[in-house]
């Protein structure tokens, strides 16, 4: 196991523990229905953020801004004789 993956560990463990003491120490304090409600307002915010994010889009570094296209005629047809 790499280093790295294993701070990882360390942290998400840590961070579900944090997690856990706060929901059961906001229950004995709020109360069951208000951390519900507190629940659902900070997971719909979180949902609402992700949906508002706007992607990325990367940029090729030597790329010349590509020109604007004039819009194409369409072509008749002719009546044949």
Do not use: D
Not at 38 to 55: E, H, T
Not at 61 to 78: D, F, H, I, L, V
Request: charged share 15%; hydrophobic share 40%.
């Amino acid at each position: 196991m790499t280093k790295s993956r294993f701070r990882n560990t360390v942290l998400g463990i840590g961070a579900t523990a944090a997690a856990l003491a706060l929901g059961y120490f906001g229950v004995q304090y709020f109360g069951r229905n208000n951390m519900f409600t507190i629940a659902a307002a900070v997971g719909g915010g979180g949902a609402i953020s992700y949906v508002l994010q706007k992607p990325n889009q990367p940029q090729a570094p030597n790329s010349e801004p590509e020109a604007p296209t004039a819009p194409m005629k369409a072509q008749r047809k002719g009546k044949k004789s």
